[in-house]
């Protein structure tokens, strides 16, 4: 992802306006898909501007980057029967 920034500032000498333009370009890399594998520990990786989140699964919590804690949640449903299955965390 990238972005480019146009700024203009006028400056006044004597009786004649001078701009000045400002460019900023800045390109933001997807940490989550450059390292060829999810760089969270645990959990799905999230693109942001200048770096990435780890979110952790359901029933965990944590920042995901070192790790998650808690109890994960798989839920089966299979015809008219629901089955939870509690898996022990960190």
């Known amino acids: 992802m990238w ?11 004597v009786d004649y306006f001078f701009p000045l333009i400002f460019l900023t370009f800045t ?5 989550c898909k450059v390292r060829g594998k999810n760089p969270c520990q645990e ?8 770096d990435y989140k780890c ?5 965990k919590y944590g920042d ?12 089966i449903i299979a ?3 629901l089955s939870l299955h509690f898996l ?3």
Not at 3 to 13: D, G, H, P, Q, T
Not at 55 to 59: D, E, S
Not at 64 to 75: L, N, P, Q, S, Y
């Open 3 to 13: 972005s480019l920034i146009v700024s203009a500032v006028f400056i006044k000498y």
């Open 27 to 31: 390109i933001d890399i997807d940490e």
């Open 43 to 50: 959990g799905t990786c999230e693109n942001v501007n200048g």
């Open 55 to 59: 979110r952790c699964p359901l029933g």
């Open 64 to 75: 995901g980057k070192t790790g998650c804690k808690g109890v994960g949640i798989i839920a």
């Open 79 to 81: 015809g008219n029967w």
């Open 88 to 90: 022990e965390g960190l």
